[in-house]
């Protein structure tokens, strides 16, 4: 199974990877545009979402129970041109998302199905993929059940952003009434 795992905090995010990872991104928030807490983040691609966390809590001296480490399997492959070296930089967008109580299969149909095409859709949106965030025993459970990470053209990132929110509820990108209010989070790459 493969998956993600998800670090943000509120300094320079640099764990040890432990074997089967991968740094995918290494990101600073774009100021106004994730919480406080969340000025930093880290996401490493894993082959085993659900391993030994140990390597990564002791390397960055967190808690146990620190509510800013996501674990998350992927529930389909990327969509879009996925990065290869070279490639210009990206912005990532991690929103985090729930059904309402009772509507999981027209939540995951409508997120699925329609909206990450219709995100992508937007020009400057390059990628999207979607997580199920998993309860691990050395963490806090998670008040989200769903992850997304899109990215973004870095050139584009404003512009892409503005037109997604002028989409969001028109013909151009529908929200299901089975979704509840998102929450995201925008980085940049930290150099």
């Given amino acids: 199974m493969a998956g993600v795992l998800v670090i943000l905090g509120a300094q320079q995010v640099l764990p040890i990877q432990p074997p089967g990872t991968v740094a995918a991104f290494f990101g600073m928030a774009v100021p106004g545009r994730a919480p406080g807490e969340w000025s930093h983040a880290c996401v490493l691609s894993t082959t085993d979402p659900t391993g030994d966390l140990e390597p990564i809590l002791a390397s960055e001296r967190r808690e146990p129970q620190h509510p800013s480490f996501f674990v998350a399997e992927a529930l389909a492959p990327a969509l879009g041109a996925v990065a290869r070296p070279g490639s210009p930089p990206r912005a990532r967008s991690l929103v985090f998302s729930n059904a309402v109580a009772g509507r999981e299969e027209e939540f995951n149909s409508w997120y699925s ?3 990450v095409h219709d995100v992508l859709k937007t020009p400057g949106y390059l990628t999207a993929q979607r997580f199920r965030l998993l309860d691990h ?17 870095l050139g584009w990132y404003e512009a892409a952003v503005a037109e997604t929110a002028g989409r969001s509820g028109t013909p151009l990108m529908p929200i299901s009434e089975a979704a509840q209010r998102p929450m995201s989070a925008h980085y940049t790459p930290q150099v």
């Fill in 137 to 153: 025993p050395r963490l806090r459970p998670s008040p989200w059940r769903y992850l997304a990470i899109y990215e973004i053209a």
């Fill in 113 to 115: 199905d329609r909206h």
